[in-house]
């Protein structure tokens, strides 16, 4: 006798294929259109050099931590993607897509910088990762951790808004 599916298992074979993608652009966009599609946060890093209060955009979904800054074309000096992902776990993250060469700082619960992947290169496919259990991922500017001071045990400040 055959097994049947369920009506719920059914019913996926029924939704577009879309149903479970990331909302990807057709082409390159600029920082500010993410403003729209993402939450903000305060994100405050204490260097060796300055302390300094960066204009984060918050990627705090599934959707929005898989899309990141893929196809953004540039960003400014004082900006970011601040990656909340709720409890520390492990995190990686790769730079598929992504058009731009970045800091990438893991972050733990209590705001210290765990380690910091520098000038990972633009649309890369090797994977970087944080050390230990990470709540949060902060990408800057290539360059921009080291031109504030920014290193393992640096504090950090995160306010999702």
Known sequence: MARQLSP?????????????????????????????????????????????????????????????LMWVKSMPPNSGMIFDYVRPRGVSMWMKNTLISLD??????SGIIINIAE??????LNSIAAEEPA?????????RAA??????????WIFTL
């Open 147 to 156: 031109g504030l001071g920014l290193q393992r045990g640096s504090r950090t």
């Open 8 to 68: 719920w298992i059914a019913g996926l074979a029924l939704l577009p294929s879309t149903a479970f993608a990331v909302d990807l652009p057709d082409r390159p966009i600029g920082f500010d259109r993410l403003r729209s599609e993402f939450g903000e946060a305060s994100v405050t890093v204490e260097g060796a050099r300055e302390c300094v209060l960066l204009d984060t955009v918050l990627a705090d979904s599934d959707a929005r931590r898989r899309r990141g």
């Open 119 to 124: 000038t990972t290169e633009p649309l890369a």
């Open 104 to 109: 990438n700082a893991f972050i733990d619960a």
């Open 135 to 143: 709540r949060y991922a902060l990408e800057l500017n290539a360059g």
